[in-house]
């Protein structure tokens, strides 16, 4: 299992990084960088629904899987932009990170925290409204008052 997801998954996009890389060196342009982005996201969506899909058999609803590959998506993009920022090196004397760069990566630092906190509160309210629907639970809120 974990063969497959590191075949499927960690190696494409660690070679698309790599030749990212070594493309940006030879260019001395930093537009690969962003493809490297949108690839790695690209991947991450494409293996997360397809992974999503195989693992539930049929017993997840649809906006279960797309939000489950949204999330990782968003995540591995994430990921892979911050090592790229990281070791993101300038051309000039100047060895500090452009600030528009430094406003991406800081505002992508909010969208995917907005991102993950949707996934969990959306997953738990589909799971409360499962519980509820079976009767399984006795979900009524709390009135406040103490007896």
């Given amino acids: 299992m974990y ?3 590191l075949l ?3 190696l494409p996009i660690a070679l698309l990084v790599g030749f990212d890389w070594l493309l940006a060196a030879a260019i001395r342009s930093d537009w690969p960088h962003s493809v490297s982005v949108i690839g790695a996201g690209m991947i991450g969506f494409v293996f997360a629904l397809s992974w999503t899909r195989e693992q539930s058999k049929g017993t997840d609803s649809t906006d279960t899987t797309i939000r489950s ?3 990782v ?3 591995i993009q994430y990921l892979v932009l911050v090592s790229i920022v990281s070791f993101f090196w300038s051309n000039g004397d100047d060895a500090k990170l452009p600030a528009i760069t ?3 990566v800081s505002n992508f ?4 925290g907005v991102v993950i906190a949707f996934y969990f509160g959306s ?3 589909a799971q409360v409204g499962k519980a509820r629907a079976e009767g399984k639970a006795n979900l009524e ?3 406040g008052t103490q007896p």
Avoid: E
């Fill in 3 to 5: 063969r497959r997801l």
């Fill in 8 to 10: 499927s998954v960690a």
């Fill in 69 to 71: 590959a949204i999330a």
């Fill in 73 to 75: 998506a968003i995540v």
């Fill in 102 to 104: 430094q406003t991406f």
């Fill in 109 to 112: 630092t909010y969208v995917v």
């Fill in 123 to 125: 997953s738990a309210y």
């Fill in 141 to 143: 809120p709390a009135t």
